[in-house]
């Protein structure tokens, strides 16, 4: 069963951190790329962060130099580390490979 769980999210207050993870199982996650979403209210889902196969990445311009994405293909996680967090990044965070979406964990950033 293809499968993706994310833990990490909280509350957190403006200008602090905040580290997402992604457990991934049933697929060759070595081999596949992986990204983060994030929906807010009443907006639509957008993609954050992508990390290749072969780690390249890539990023959103409202978080590029703030957060990171990495991935440990032998424990089958992507990780996303987000500093200088700020109000607009409140959202349902979404793991996500090709047609597989995880459950989404919930960042709120209080001003």
């Known amino acids: 069963q293809v499968q993706l769980v994310e833990s990490g999210g909280d509350l957190v207050q403006s200008g602090g951190s905040l580290r997402l993870s992604c457990a991934a199982s049933?697929?060759?996650?070595?081999?596949?790329?992986m990204s983060w979403y994030r929906q807010a209210p009443g907006s639509v889902r957008e993609r954050v962060a992508t990390?290749?196969?072969?780690?390249?990445?890539n990023y959103a311009d409202s978080v590029k130099g703030r957060f990171s994405i990495s991935r440990n293909n032998g424990k089958n996680t992507v990780d996303l580390q987000m500093n200088n967090l700020k109000p607009e990044d409140t959202a349902v965070y979404y793991c996500?490979?090709?047609?597989?979406w995880g459950q989404g964990t919930q960042v709120t950033v209080s001003s």
């Open positions: 990390i290749t196969s072969g780690f390249s990445t």
């Open positions: 049933g697929f060759a996650f070595s081999r596949n790329v």
């Open positions: 996500y490979t090709p047609s597989v």
